[in-house]
Structures are given as C-alpha cells and as structure tokens.
C-alpha cells in the first residue's frame, strides 16, 4: 500500500512524494488521515532548517499535531472504522529513570514523531495513510470536526504549561505572544479561572482571535508599547505570566509587568538570550520551564470534544497537502494566518 506524504529535505526543500506503509501489526491501527497542523517547529525546520541546537539531518516527514480515521484496527485493539482520534505523538521509552519515577515527560529516549532531534529522525504525520500503536490514539465526539481533533497535542502542551503555574483561579495573567500556542494559553488559564488575561503582540490580526478566546484585553506593543508600561508601576502588576513568544523584549517587560514573589511560565522555545537577572533576584519570581505533555493529551481531547475549550477560532486555513509548500508559506504570515492545517 503507497500513501502520499510531505517530506523536508532541507530549508524550504518541502516535496510530496509517494512511500509505503507499513504493514498492520498488534496493538495498530491503520488511519487515515484527517487534518494536520502546522506547528512553530515545524515552521523553523522549513524557513530555518532547525531551531538552536536541532537540526534537519537528513529527509524528515514533519507534523506532530494531527487527527484520522480509523481504517483497519490490529489484533487486540478495540477501535471502530470510522471513529475520529486525535493523535498522541509523544512515546516515552516507559522504563528509563524518568519514565519509572512518573516524570515520562523527560525521559531519557523519547521518541517524538516529526521531531529532528534525534538521529535518525523520528518520522511525522503529513501523510495521507499513518500506522501507529493504538494506544498513541485518543477517541473524539461525534460532533467534533477532524481540525478541532488536530489542535489536541497544542492544546496538551498549554495544559502542561498552566500546571506549572500553579493556582490560577482568582488570578491576573499576562500573556506574551498571541500565536497559537498563546491563543490556546489564553484559553487554558480561561478554563482554570483566571480573573484577568491580557495578551501582547505585534499583529492587531493575532490580537483579535487571543478576544475570541477569551483575553480580556489586548495590546499591540509595536503601536502601543506605553499601553504595557502602566502594568510595571509599584513593581509589577500581573501574578502569573505566559511567555509565548520567545522574543527577548517581551520577556523582558513582562518581567517588569509581574509583581514581587509572582510566576513566569516560559512557553516559548529559542536560543540563549540576556535577561534581567537583578530583577528576578530583587522581586523574588518565580521562573518555571515547561515542556510538552503527558497526561494533558488526553484532558485536551476531552475538552476539546465537549467544547468545553473552544479551538475553533485558532483555525485559519486549511489546505490540501498536495499544497504543502503554500501552507508553510501561510503559516508564516502572522498577519494572515494563525493555524494553517494540512487536509488528507
């Protein structure tokens, strides 16, 4: 059996090409594939050729956060054809030091699909047909479209970051950065009960779907940048910030922005970049890292297919994937698009 699939060669060499699938094993199912979105790393590996220390090696199929169909279930697996799943692509080793002291989320040989980081590359998931253990596959609604089903892995890693908040019922926050990940942060502190969300970005059209989610008040920092600096008075005014961005000023004023012993939660991923150490030291914050998911992909899924977190406002495009290479290009347009996802 061939299927269709998108593979990067190298920075900007995106070609969709015809490969095998592999043959149906126990505890498998066959899929075939619904909708898949273009993340932030993906992005890089395709304008970049990397991100900090990883980098394209060797060809790669990207594409993490994705939904299908069930096709063909293997022996053992009770899943019906037909039935829509959101795709789990983390695959923790489950016996590594980590993995067996309930930390799975830093084991020591994670296999990630369409990730670079490791050699060989773990293959992704823009391909039309995808075999994959059935336990990575998590069941959707009835009512659920196959583009709400691929913002589950996004909406996971905002989960995992609002969990190292901790308490945010009651609370103010700030997010930096109204991309996806930042759209779904807003809607992740949402859900926990924050009193109060304001969102930042350069982009009047990212601001917009950051209200749609449910931010309480948006600033444009490239237009507006003193609109901020009324929130650094009396040392800081927000008790929990999301970093989405990644962007150096951003993390700088929200450092001024967030009051004495409150949170900064780094969502956004880049290189090494200089930050205020006296003012984390004199304010006494606290700094916590996140990454990826565990548990969270199945609350997302939940959540996701009750509606109780709505996902659909993050959905911009949706292009076939013999369009590959025109939705990276989308996908790079913060003033167009927000989720550009790849149809099968």
Known sequence: MQTRLARLYQKGDLRVEMDTVPALGPGEVLLKMAAAGICGSDLHYYQDGGFGPVRVREPIIPGHEASGRVNQAGEGVDLKAGTLVAVNPSQPCGHCEYCVTGLPIHCLDMRFMGSAMRLPHEQGMFREWLVVPARQCFEMGAETTAAEAACTEPLAVCLHAASRAGEISGKGALVTGAGPIGCLMVAAARYHGAAEIVVTDLADAALERAKAMGANRTINVSGDAAALGKFEAGKGYFDLVFECSA???????????????????????????????????????????????????????????????????????SLPLEE??????????RTAACKVQLTF
């Open 247 to 317: 962007a150096a000023p951003a993390i700088r004023s929200a450092i001024a922005a967030i009051r004495p012993r409150g949170t900064l939660v780094q969502v956004g991923v880049t290189g090494e970049i200089p930050v205020p150490l006296n003012v984390i030291v004199s304010k006494e914050l606290h700094i916590h890292g996140t990454q990826r998911f565990h548990e969270e992909f199945a609350t997302a899924a939940r959540l996701i297919a009750s509606r109780k977190i709505d996902v659909r406002p993050i959905i911009s495009h």
């Open 324 to 333: 590959a290479a025109a939705a990276f290009t989308l996908a790079g347009d």
